[in-house]
């Protein structure tokens, strides 16, 4: 048992002078020191003036402490594990792209979430593609982007097997809409992302099961006042959640402003 001592962040408040009860894997008591009996025997870690929070869930990291998901082995996802740790991030997806030459990141991802790691969490695997659109690339080579086909969705769903959460989808792609709804019915989140999809296009993939964005502002078409676009869509449809990449590059910081209404995810700048 474990009582930590410090400022506390709460869904509903922020309680300074805070004690919280760990017993085992569960949440004992949360409350101000005055009003928490700590038990005779609980282990007391001291924060001081430091902050104690819920770890961040980061569903988009390719890489971390030197190491990309892509080098496909168990010690590089492990050492990214522990570099999330020391920055506040508790778990994770593995984040990478889809390639039928090189699927050792995949048994790499399925081998952390069965032997755990020295750090954070891996929740699963997040697909970056391959059903995008190559206008909208971004860092993603053409070798890594292809035409959807129920087969070529079958067999990815087969290598990634359970451990494919979610997937970052162009809706305006051919066959999107029924990749969409396949992806749903494997309970797989579905992200809009590196796409060109006009607002119409967009609302076709939120219909069809999109409920998240990636990255977004960041390849994706823009905000134009007589043609809103896919970034138009994300910011007046509540259905959808967001990713930004808030290290004050890839956005300027007032456009993160556009998505405080909606926003349920934030890119961290240290696991960017």
């Known amino acids: 048992m474990i009582a930590l001592k410090g400022t506390l962040i709460t869904p509903s408040e922020i309680i300074k002078n805070g004690v919280l009860i760990i017993n085992g894997s569960r949440i004992g008591a949360v409350g101000r020191s005055d009003k928490v009996e700590i038990p005779v025997g609980a282990e007391i870690i001291d924060c001081k003036d430091k902050f104690i929070a819920p770890g961040f869930i980061d569903v988009h990291v390719q890489g971390a402490g030197g190491c990309d998901i892509l080098d496909g082995t ?3 996802i492990n050492t990214i594990t522990k570099t999330l740790a020391k920055n506040g991030t508790t778990s994770f997806l593995a984040t990478t792209v889809y390639s039928k030459r090189n699927q050792a990141p995949f048994h790499a991802v399925k081998k952390a979430m069965k032997e755990g790691t020295a750090g954070a969490e891996v929740l699963g695997v997040h697909l970056e ?7 909208k690339c971004g860092m993603i080579t ?4 292809v035409d959807y086909t129920p087969k070529k969705i079958d067999e990815i769903i087969d290598i990634c097997s359970s451990s494919l959460k979610m997937m970052t989808v162009a809706p305006e792609s051919k066959g999107a809409i029924d990749l969409i709804k396949r992806l749903k019915k494997n309970k797989v989140i579905v992200a809009i992302g590196h796409t060109d999809a006009t607002y119409e296009e967009a609302l076709m993939g939120f219909d069809a099961g999109i409920t998240h964005a990636t990255h977004m502002f960041n390849a994706m078409r823009g905000l134009h006042h007589r043609s809103p676009g896919a970034v138009g869509a994300i910011l007046t449809d509540e259905r959808i959640s967001v990713q930004l990449i808030a290290d004050g590059k890839h956005l300027d910081r007032k456009s993160t402003r556009l998505n405080s209404s909606h926003t349920d995810i934030s890119r961290m700048p240290s696991s960017a």
């Open 129 to 135: 593609g391959p059903f995008i659109n190559p206008a």
């Open 74 to 76: 168990y010690d590089a």
């Open 142 to 145: 053409k070798a890594n982007i």
